[in-house]
Structures are given as C-alpha cells and as structure tokens.
C-alpha cells in the first residue's frame, strides 16, 4: 500500500486503494507492519492513526452518503466508544498494546473529494479528523478483539 494523497493540493489521487485485515502487527517505534509509513523514520509522529466510528456515522448522516466506506478516511484504526482528544499526550492500552497520542490528525482537501464538498470543514476541530500515535509495545491487533 502506498500513499493516495501525496502532493500538492488539486492533484489527483494515487489509487493506492486500501487493504482490510482481520489482524495485524504493531512494532514498536516502527508502527503497523504493512503500513505506507511503516518505519518510515525514527519517532515518526504517525506510527497509526485512530478514527472515530461516531464520526464516521455523522459524516454518513450528514452529507446523506450512508453506504461511505470508513476507508475513505485513509485511517488505520476505527474505534468506537473514545475520546480521541482525551489520547492526546499520553500513553494508552488498546488491546493490550501501548500507544501513545503524538499528533491530531487534521483533515484536508482531499476529504472534500472523497466525501463531498464540504468534508473537510466538518472534520475540523478537536480530533474530528482523528488521532496520530506512536507504537510504544508491539503486539497484534485483531478486529473485534
């Protein structure tokens, strides 16, 4: 997987697509094994990047798309049930491994395209466009797990 939106703003997309996995490897410092930015540089912020499954769901009703695949979103994990801010400089356990929230997760144009116009103003503002973290012990991450 590589990235779909590399470049400057009004450039097309890459059409990398997106793989979904039942589990996966987190390596600690390096982040998820498979992952575009897998051990793409020492202490890189965005080791895995979190999503809200609320947000997803208000996207879906608000810009009337109820089918939009959570995977537009270009994030690694979609959570249920957080508060992604409350991540944000501190270590967390999510499913036994250790993270910890290193960056918000700003949204930008192209969620105006992957969306609809207007998708990324509704991302903006307190982690709505998700969380960045780094992988502080691996472990395997599995769906429902």
């Known amino acids: 997987p590589g ?17 979904s996995e039942l589990e996966v490897e987190c390596v600690a410092g390096k982040g998820l094994v498979g992952d575009r930015y897998f051990a793409y540089r020492p202490d890189f912020k965005g080791q895995v990047t979190f999503f809200s499954q609320e ?17 537009v979103f270009r994030r690694n994990l979609i959570v249920e049930g957080a508060d992604l801010s409350q991540w944000m400089g501190k270590r967390f356990l999510f499913q036994g491994i250790e993270f910890e929230g290193s960056q918000e997760c700003k949204p930008c144009d192209w969620m105006n395209r992957v969306i ?14 998700g969380l960045r973290a780094k992988v502080i012990t691996s472990g395997t991450l599995r769906v429902d797990g």
């Open 55 to 71: 947000i997803v769901e208000e996207v879906r009703a608000h810009f009337k798309l109820p089918k939009l695949p959570a995977s």
């Open 116 to 129: 609809a116009p207007g998708g990324e103003d509704f991302l903006k503002g307190k982690f709505r466009g």
């Open 3 to 19: 990235h779909d939106y590399w470049g400057k703003q009004g450039e097309g997309r890459l059409q990398n697509g997106i793989q």
